[in-house]
Nanobody, 125 residues
Framework: QVQLVESGGGLVQAGGSLRLSCVAS????????MGWFRQAPGKEREFVAA????????YYADSVKGRFTISRDNAKNTVYLQMNSLKPEDTAVYSC??????????????????WGQGTQVTVSS
């Protein structure tokens, strides 16, 4: 049974920073690509960032490029999303997802098989 548990969300002022974590269990974490997605109220879920199984390759949505950094610690079964220079439009529920086996970073939702429950990020202006 794959389980993904996110943490680190909260309320922050515009320009601030947060670091999200996602701990995975139930699979050999180091063999899978991982991704972060977000969903704002009334909007569809959208891609944020992804990392390859090894951590060597990353991929970002244009809206967060240069502000967010995805990384992973395979020894801790954890993927991170460091979010800097936050904007009110970054407000959303952020979820991590388990991607392809020995996969490359991908942006399409249907390329991810398992999802966490999400953590709320709210950025005030």
């Amino acid at each position: 049974q794959v389980q993904l548990v996110e943490s680190g969300g909260g309320l922050v002022q515009a320009g601030g920073s947060l670091r999200l974590s996602c701990v995975a269990s139930g699979r050999t974490f180091s063999n899978y690509a991982m991704g972060w997605f977000r969903q704002a109220p009334g909007k569809e879920r959208e891609f944020v960032a992804a990392v390859s199984w090894s951590g060597a390759t990353t991929y970002y949505a244009d809206s967060v490029k240069g502000r967010f950094t995805i990384s992973r610690d395979n020894a801790k079964n954890t993927v991170y999303l460091q979010m800097n220079s936050l904007k009110p439009e970054d407000t959303a529920v952020y979820s991590c997802a388990l991607g392809g086996y020995f996969g490359t970073p991908r942006s399409r939702i249907n390329e991810y098989d398992y999802w966490g429950q999400g953590t709320q990020v709210t950025v005030s202006s």
